[in-house]
């Protein structure tokens, strides 16, 4: 009887438990995010008893409209772990403390607007802004150059259109217009790969000086996107592959947990 009521209790003190470690977990991963508009979290635990333990099969996480600090915005993204052993005494503190690092398989899906709106964030501007590459400041006598009104569009089989514009201290407006394909380097860093200028709507005398910038403009981005920059409190992503899909982006690879933020 008495060991009958002693399962009981264990039982339901593991599915307790199980509760509370989704709900800190859930608040937790808000807080790597400005903003979200949904965090789900699938803690599978069998049984449940494993989880006094610190013991855990599987952690999921999905999440919808997100903001990473304040102005990319991410459509959806998710991670998978396998086992992981946490302290459980942390969750009764409203904190998960892992006893060790742990991976996870994650996905991000980017979309189209998203991405022309981070061009217009401080992050991004910093690296186009007052340009004194030398490809670029041979033709401004000296002068850098900054590139604004920058408008990206997604094409199939991974490449990508980018046009924008700048000015030079003898010629205004002049255009920037390329197609690149998107590829991985490093599983951290986004390349530019084959770009080539797009001329056939640039002006006729302004054709030569604009193949000139684009190519510059081109080498520029190549240098600058860097999952580094975007890795979120306690997590490092890196990217196997990426594909495009219609207006989205889709990046597949891994997630590098350390710990979960502190709430």
């Given at each position: 009887?008495?060991?009958?009521?002693?399962?009981?209790?264990?039982?339901?003190?593991?599915d307790?438990?199980?509760?509370?470690?989704?709900a800190?977990a859930?608040?937790?991963i808000?807080?790597?995010?400005?903003s979200?508009?949904?965090?789900?979290?699938?803690?599978?635990?069998?049984?449940?008893?494993k989880?006094?333990?610190?013991?855990?099969?599987?952690?999921?996480?999905?999440?919808?409209?997100?903001?990473?600090?304040?102005?990319?915005?991410?459509?959806?993204?998710s991670?998978a772990?396998?086992?992981?052993?946490?302290?459980?005494?942390?969750?009764?503190?409203?904190?998960?403390?892992?006893?060790?690092p742990?991976?996870?398989?994650?996905?991000?899906?980017l979309?189209?607007?998203?991405?022309?709106?981070?061009?217009e964030?401080?992050?991004?501007?910093q690296?186009?802004?007052?340009?004194?590459?030398?490809?670029?400041?041979n033709?401004?006598?000296g002068?850098?150059?900054?590139?604004?009104?920058?408008?990206?569009?997604?094409?199939?089989?991974n490449?990508?259109?980018?046009?924008?514009?700048?000015?030079?201290?003898?010629?205004?407006?002049?255009p920037?217009?390329?197609?690149a394909?998107?590829?991985?380097?490093?599983?951290?860093?986004i390349?530019?790969?084959?770009?080539?200028f797009?001329?056939?709507?640039?002006p006729a005398?302004?054709?030569g000086?604009?193949?000139?910038?684009?190519?510059?403009?081109?080498?520029i981005?190549?240098?600058?996107?860097?999952?580094d920059?975007?890795d979120?409190?306690g997590v490092?992503?890196r990217?196997?592959?990426?594909?495009?899909h219609g207006?989205?982006?889709?990046?597949?690879?891994?997630?590098?947990?350390?710990?979960?933020?502190?709430q």
């Amino acid at each position: 009887m008495f060991g009958v009521l002693n399962n009981f209790k264990s039982s339901l003190n593991a599915d307790l438990g199980e509760q509370m470690l989704n709900a800190v977990a859930s608040q937790s991963i808000r807080h790597l995010f400005t903003s979200c508009e949904a965090v789900e979290v699938d803690i599978q635990c069998h049984p449940s008893s494993k989880l006094l333990q610190g013991s855990i099969d599987s952690f999921k996480m999905s999440g919808r409209n997100l903001v990473i600090r304040r102005d990319f915005e991410v459509e959806e993204m998710s991670f998978a772990t396998d086992a992981v052993s946490i302290d459980p005494g942390s969750v009764l503190a409203g904190q998960i403390k892992l006893r060790q690092p742990t991976q996870a398989v994650a996905q991000v899906m980017l979309t189209e607007a998203a991405i022309n709106k981070a061009f217009e964030s401080p992050l991004v501007t910093q690296h186009l802004v007052n340009v004194k590459a030398e490809a670029v400041t041979n033709l401004s006598g000296g002068e850098p150059v900054s590139f604004r009104d920058i408008r990206v569009k997604l094409l199939p089989e991974n490449q990508i259109q980018l046009q924008a514009v700048t000015d030079l201290p003898n010629r205004k407006d002049v255009p920037i217009s390329l197609v690149a394909t998107l590829t991985v380097e490093r599983r951290k860093r986004i390349s530019f790969k084959d770009p080539r200028f797009e001329g056939a709507e640039v002006p006729a005398d302004m054709t030569g000086l604009s193949e000139v910038l684009t190519m510059a403009f081109a080498e520029i981005l190549d240098n600058m996107v860097d999952f580094d920059r975007f890795d979120l409190d306690g997590v490092m992503l890196r990217v196997n592959r990426l594909e495009t899909h219609g207006q989205k982006l889709v990046f597949s690879g891994y997630a590098q947990i350390e710990h979960f933020p502190k709430q």
